[in-house]
């Protein structure tokens, strides 16, 4: 497992690499870079070419939608940890952005990761139709904005100190987290042109793995190794973040997780022995400890 994603973590920064070296200078790039490299595990990129294994899908052309998820992703953590969120001082084993760069150049470069994940979406480098091109932007554009991503971190920062139930917990962590593994477990189906139903169905698939992921970041944080993790941990019950742990308590999550695992599982079962690439990687996402 570690093998297939230092490769498609090597992939990914290469494409990413040449990406950014193809265009002019200028002087935010280096806190953009900052943010994109050397980067994080890339386990959205892996569910994106897990996904694709099941309908044979082109390496290259996911590597590159990988590419364009993983800057979407990068400028979340960036302004993730800026003091108006969460006010993080580490990250990724290194300072954060804000800390390195300063506030307004985190913002700035946080902001360019976004758009140059369009940049790369739009390229004459993906080899697919531009109506493709259009789905999979309107696809990522709907999972990052107030329906996705920006929306769950609102209600994530809005839910600090508050009784909050079960409902409205999974809604927030399902948009601040599964939103992006949405579009990626979707981006394939795109490709391949499959029908409506499928890609409700995978749609679902991605938002139960995003799930799972957030609950396990959440379980990272309740043990509370740093030096591991690579950030500071310990952090969700001195700020009184709403998480499952604090509702249903540490044993009672990791079943959840566990039941969680059964569902994603059991709808992969009609792809037989090709699925199981994306199901070793849910086992990854819960027993990771970083
Ligand atoms: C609209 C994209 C966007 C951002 C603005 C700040 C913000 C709104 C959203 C924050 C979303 C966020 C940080 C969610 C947490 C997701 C999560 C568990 C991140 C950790 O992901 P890993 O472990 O990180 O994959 P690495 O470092 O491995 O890449």
Redesign the pocket.
Known sequence: MQKKLNKIAKDTNLFLNEFIKKQKKSELIIAMKYGLFP??????SKILIDVGSLFQLNYKSLIIIGSAV?C?????????D?PC??NDFV??GKPSAHIKYGESTAVLA?NSL?TLAFEILSHKDLKITDKKKLDLINKISSS??HL???G???L?LSFEHKKVSKKEIIEMEIK??GK?FSFCCVAPLILKNKTKKEIRNFEEIGSDIGLL??VA?DLIDFRGNSSIA??KTGKDKKRGKATLISLLGYENTIKYANKLIFKINSKLKKYGPKSKNLSETLDYILN?N?
């Open positions: 980067g994080g595990k890339k386990i959205r993983e979407i992703h990068a400028y979340s953590l960036i302004h993730d800026l969120m969460d990250r990724r946080g976004l990052s904005g996705g991503v920006a769950g971190q609102y994530d601040k987290t992006l992921f957030q970041d690579g950030k990771r970083k």
